[in-house]
């Protein structure tokens, strides 16, 4: 239902933007957010936006950095990573919460989840 796309190999200091497309429902009253994980650790929350995208969050280490952003009339998120580090290096997945529910930063909180895109950045 939440397909992710975008990640790639770059260089340190790029940027890259990836969506998260929805098929078989609309999400256009759910939060969405991204997460990610690199080997070895755990899931970290990156960013999230509410259901009107008028409210957004981002985790401390891509602040300033990344952008989410939404299009509910196409049902698609965005995030816009821009300044990539080495340490950005992970699977981001794109994830949505229950109808109608305010964001949230724990993994524990999202209900949908997509299959994952690598990100994998280079020094």
């Known amino acids: 239902q939440l397909q992710a796309s975008g990640g790639g190999l770059v260089q340190a200091g790029d940027s890259l933007r990836l969506s998260c497309a929805a098929s078989?429902?609309?999400?256009?009253?759910?939060?969405m957010g991204w997460f990610r994980q690199a080997p070895g650790l755990e899931r970290e929350f990156v960013a999230a936006?509410?259901?009107?995208?008028?409210?957004?969050r981002y985790g401390d280490s891509v602040k300033d950095r990344f952008t989410i952003s939404r299009d509910n009339a196409k049902n698609t998120v965005w995030l816009q990573m821009n300044s990539l580090k080495p340490e950005d290096t992970a699977v981001y997945y794109c994830?949505?919460?229950?109808?109608?529910?305010?964001?949230?930063?724990?993994?524990?909180?999202?209900?949908?989840w997509g299959q994952g895109t690598q990100v994998t950045v280079s020094s």
């Open positions: 994830t949505a919460r229950n109808s109608y529910v305010a964001i949230a930063t724990s993994e524990a909180e999202y209900s949908y």
């Open positions: 078989g429902r609309t999400f256009r009253t759910h939060v």
């Open positions: 936006i509410s259901w009107s995208g008028g409210s957004t």
